[in-house]
């Protein structure tokens, strides 16, 4: 009669057993899919972080790019003054202001020497 047992199958408490092994598998089933599922949004994450990273390289560039034509054209702006303040001087109205004062000083020379006596006009 206890062989019997034997052949028929599991008994209650192999049973349970198999059962509780059963939904074990099934919540680490689950959680493994949950990991997964995790992962995946850990990848798309990455994917736009990458996308992120490029775009900032690439303002990163056109800012250093705008920068180095910021100082050339200060520099170019700074020698083009230059040029401008030399014309400036040389111009023709800074020409006859220069031989106005020249003649003025002339003039006021030859009043102080006609008022000390030196000079007769």
């Known amino acids: 009669p206890g062989g019997e047992d034997d052949d ?10 198999l059962e ?5 598998t099934v919540a680490r089933e689950r959680e493994i899919l949950k990991v997964a599922e ?5 990848q798309t994450v990455f994917k736009e972080l990458a996308v992120l990273v ?4 690439s303002i990163i560039d056109r800012i250093d790019y705008n920068m180095e034509k910021a100082a050339e054209h ?13 014309y400036q ?5 800074m020409c006859c202001i220069v031989v106005l004062s020249l003649l003025l000083a ?16």
């Open 8 to 17: 028929e199958g599991f008994n209650a408490s192999q049973t349970a057993e």
């Open 20 to 24: 509780e092994i059963e939904l074990d």
């Open 38 to 42: 995790s992962i995946k949004d850990l």
């Open 54 to 57: 490029i775009d900032q390289g």
């Open 74 to 86: 200060t520099a170019k702006g700074t020698s083009e003054l230059v040029k401008a303040e030399g």
């Open 89 to 93: 001087r040389r111009s023709p109205a």
């Open 106 to 121: 002339l003039a006021t020379l030859l009043l102080i020497l006609k008022i000390l006596g030196h000079v007769s006009v």
